[in-house]
């Protein structure tokens, strides 16, 4: 029978890539000081690394099938698919008015200092659109949240990944978009029993978001 991820090997697992991360940013500000081409997608991958050597602890395997399968990576159908693309959709969109016409925000101000922040495009689009997107998935959906439910049930787990998605971004005026969206991220793990679904809206979501940013300075 193929081994799951416990609570105390979830914690390991954060407290892992936690440790990691902060000795790269560790790095990143006393020696390397300009990595190129950023230090995001360094230590997205290296988040990534950390994850596949803990799952291949956990299942006791070095099969890729068997180490993605712990982390979410199922079987999907195209129905679950389609419902993801159209709810990766929904929740641009409504973040989108939400800003616009409750938080009343600036999004050519908040386009260009983004794009001044973040001057290589390309790499840009791969960490934020791609790499981070499915990190979070494998981490938050994917481990944790296959991990609650064996302790509790669905809704207590979804809301407590969803809290701790919500607080993981430091951009507290956007705290009630972001947790619905987990909260439907979480939806469409557990109904499709895989993640790839989430990781289909996130990435859509993050997408157009990206798109937008582009098309404001042109």
Wanted: charged share 10%; hydrophobic share 55%.
């Amino acid at each position: 029978m193929q081994r799951q991820y416990s609570i105390f090997q979830v914690i390991i697992l954060i407290l892992s890539i936690i440790a990691v991360d902060y000795c790269l940013l560790w790095n990143f500000h006393y020696l390397q000081i300009s990595p190129y081409p950023n230090n995001e997608i360094y230590i997205l991958a290296a988040s990534y690394g950390v994850i596949l050597i803990v799952s291949a602890i956990v299942t006791k395997s070095t099969k890729p099938q068997t180490i993605h399968s712990v982390m979410g990576f199922k079987q999907t159908s195209s129905k679950a698919i389609m419902v993801a693309l159209l709810i990766g959709i929904l929740l641009w969109v409504s973040d989108y008015l939400y800003q616009m016409y409750l938080l009343q925000n600036s999004l050519f101000l908040e386009a260009k200092e983004w794009t001044s922040n973040h001057p290589n495009q390309l790499i840009t689009f791969i960490s934020m659109v791609i790499f981070a997107p499915v990190i979070e998935e494998i981490v938050l959906r994917g481990i944790l949240l296959h991990s609650l439910t064996r302790y509790m049930n669905k809704f207590l787990a979804t809301i407590m990944v969803s809290i701790i998605f919500t607080l993981l971004h430091d951009s507290y005026v956007q705290w009630p978009t972001l947790f619905i969206a987990s909260a439907l991220y979480c939806w469409l793990t557990l109904h499709s029993k895989s993640i790839v679904p989430a990781i289909v809206a996130h990435i859509l979501n993050n997408a157009f978001t990206f798109i937008l940013y582009k098309l404001l300075i042109i």
